[in-house]
């Protein structure tokens, strides 16, 4: 079999290679460590605002669930980082379901989250909507970069903004939120949308610049062997 020659190598075969994927999984490695930083940060700040009279957390049928959901996330992430150190020692590829598996995960999070408030919390559904747990949708956007799959980044971005946007519309028809509260509500799920966009970008440029510097650390190691 011939080997390649530096100026044939294609971005299918430097796509396919060994190198490429270990660094794919070891960006993957860094965004789930983020996350499982995250999702623990949440868990202490639920526990601060209950412990300081906040009106929402201080509700049981809030607090419970949500902190049983952060705990499930965080172990979730946690066993993703042993697996993928496990992984990259064997030099193993991650199978697609896998990931696939994480991203729905990462959105269901937030979405479990908001459909709580939306129910539970003391302070409405039109409150709810707007609650600080809504940020974890474009932190999950934005850590899907680290995949460097620029199309998973930007239906990331357009799922997280349907989810909302289904909560907003079931928010509207079953709370009788006002007409000009509409707007502002809709709004958050094109700026997630438009978050999905701008991090399909930033992660195209980043898989190109990965797969130059694989490139360039194949051409080098086949003209050392020639």
């Known amino acids: 079999m011939v080997s390649q020659t530096p100026a044939s190598l294609s971005q299918a075969s430097i796509i396919a290679s060994p190198s490429f994927e270990a660094r794919l999984q070891r960006s993957e490695l860094r965004g789930a460590t983020i996350l499982a930083a995250c999702w623990g940060f949440a868990i202490v700040t639920a526990f601060l605002r209950r412990e300081l009279g906040g009106v929402v957390m201080s509700v049981n049928e809030v607090f419970f669930p949500t902190i049983t959901l952060f705990g499930i996330a965080l172990g979730y992430e946690l066993f993703v980082i042993g697996d993928l150190r496990r992984h990259l020692r064997l030099g193993q590829r991650i199978a697609r379901w896998r990931w696939m598996l994480a991203i729905a995960v990462e959105l ?6 908001l459909i709580v408030l939306e129910i539970y919390s003391p302070r409405g559904a039109y409150a709810a909507l707007s609650a600080p747990i ?24 357009i799922a997280s903004a349907i989810l909302h946007m289904a909560l907003v519309s079931y928010a509207i028809r079953s709370h009788g939120i006002d007409v000009h509260h509409w ?41 050392q062997r020639a």
Do not use: C, F, W
């Open 134 to 157: 809504l940020l974890a949708y474009p932190i999950v956007i934005m850590l899907s970069i680290l995949r460097l799959r620029p199309r998973v980044t930007l239906l990331m971005g």
């Open 183 to 223: 707007p502002i509500l809709y709004t958050y799920a094109a700026t997630l949308a438009m978050t999905g966009v701008a991090g399909s970008l930033v992660a195209s440029q980043g898989r190109a610049n990965v797969i130059e510097a694989v490139k360039e650390a194949m051409t080098a190691d086949q003209e």
């Open 108 to 113: 269901a999070v937030p979405t479990a989250a």
